[in-house]
Nanobody, 123 residues
Framework: VQLQASGGGLVQAGGSLRLSCAAS????????MGWFRQAPGKVREFVAA????????RYADSVKDRFTISRDNAKNTVYLQMSNLKPEDTAVYYC?????????????????WGQGTLVTVSS
């Protein structure tokens, strides 16, 4: 499985971005997926996760009501729509496959990771 994240960039506070994560391999549609982020000097933190069918989602409190995770299994792609962005959302964002099917917030429960895409929010 290979994951390719894209869509990052520079945006002003209050703006929006949509991240995409394209996956290779036929098993994409059978695994939950998650997004994490890592700001400079900080540990990687959970952002959101989605079940394999897309009917269950989970969010970190810091992004709830601002970010929306979704997926299109026909396109082997998971998305993260980010709205009302804040400077503290600045980070490298990573998508990952949840091997344990628990929509976990713990990075070690994810086995395949994309390379990351940088989101910078200016104040």
């Amino acid at each position: 499985v290979q994951l390719q994240a894209s869509g990052g960039g520079l945006v002003q506070a209050g703006g929006s971005l949509r991240l995409s994560c394209a996956a290779s391999g036929r098993t994409f549609g059978t695994f939950p997926m998650g997004w994490f982020r890592q700001a400079p000097g900080k540990v990687r933190e959970f952002v959101a996760a989605i079940s394999w069918r897309g009917d269950t989602t989970r969010y970190a409190d810091s992004v709830k009501d601002r970010f929306t995770i979704s997926r299109d299994n026909a396109k082997n792609t998971v998305y993260l729509q980010m709205s009302n962005l804040k400077p503290e959302d600045t980070a490298v964002y990573y998508c990952a496959r949840d091997r344990d099917f628990r929509l976990s917030s713990t990075p070690r429960e994810y086995d395949f990771w994309g390379q990351g895409t940088l989101v910078t929010v200016s104040s």
